[in-house]
């Protein structure tokens, strides 16, 4: 079964920064998806960016990029310019490409911005 | 707005209860997943519908049930409620097709149980 780690359970960046969150995943699979959710204190869970396993290109939206290393499993998410709204949790998703199979979460990493 | 919506936004029941939480998908999405969050804890995953039948399931308790309708909306049925049942339920719906397998996740349904 696939599992997926962020192994910074808080982080905190300054205002106008940029900050890096970690997440590592474990798979057998070649083709799959990754993403990045984010949940403000609202806890509405918004979809931030994705990633498909088959392209080498990382993903970009807006502030919010990704850096997919495949062979090292790894997928961070980097925040630049960071805003007092991108305080939240963060959860990294590994989504299988098989039948029967499913989302899988990981347990999420809070950041706080400082203003 | 993710287009994903649910009922109702807060549940107040007591022990030994059963209750129904309402899904309904954004338009065009065919698989619906039902989510359970305790405070301050990650996601758990609880039971995904496709098309109107079960696709996956995670660890969810013989006490809860799930369905998804003709019309893709789905409902959790939740019985013989414990207060450790208190969490945040989300609905996220999915197309599951050619390269949209993306969740979009509903406002939740808050359920306290006394």
């Known amino acids: 079964a696939q599992t997926v780690t962020q192994s910074q359970p808080e982080m905190s960046v300054q205002e106008a920064e940029t900050v890096t969150l970690s997440c590592t995943y474990d798979?057998?699979?070649?083709?799959?998806?990754l993403f990045w959710y984010k949940q403000p204190p609202s806890r509405q869970m918004i979809l931030v960016i994705r990633?498909?396993?088959?392209?080498?290109q990382n993903a970009t939206e807006n502030r919010f990029s990704v850096n997919f290393q495949k062979a090292a499993k790894s997928f961070s998410l980097k925040i630049s310019d960071s805003q007092l709204g991108d305080a939240a949790m963060y959860f990294c998703?590994?989504?299988?490409?098989?039948?029967?199979?499913?989302?899988?979460f990981g347990p999420g990493t809070r950041l706080s911005v400082l203003p | 707005d993710s287009g994903v919506t649910q009922t109702p936004k807060h549940l107040i029941t007591a022990t030994g209860q059963r209750v129904t939480l309402r899904c309904s998908p954004r338009?065009?999405?065919?698989?619906v997943y039902w989510y359970q969050q305790s405070l301050d804890q990650g996601l758990q995953f609880l039971i995904q519908y496709y098309n109107g039948e079960e696709r996956a399931k995670g660890n969810i308790l013989e006490r809860f049930s799930a369905q998804q309708f003709p019309d893709l909306h789905s409902e959790l049925n939740l019985s013989s409620l414990e207060l450790g049942d208190s969490a945040l339920y989300f609905c996220?719906?999915?197309?599951?097709?050619?390269?949209?397998?993306?969740?979009?996740f509903g406002p939740g349904t808050r359920l306290t149980v006394t």
């Open positions: 798979t057998s699979e070649s083709d799959y998806y």
């Open positions: 998703a590994y989504r299988s490409m098989n039948y029967g199979q499913n989302f899988v």
């Open positions: 338009s065009g999405d065919l698989s």
């Open positions: 990633q498909e396993a088959y392209k080498q």
């Open positions: 996220a719906s999915s197309q599951e097709w050619g390269h949209s397998y993306e969740q979009y």
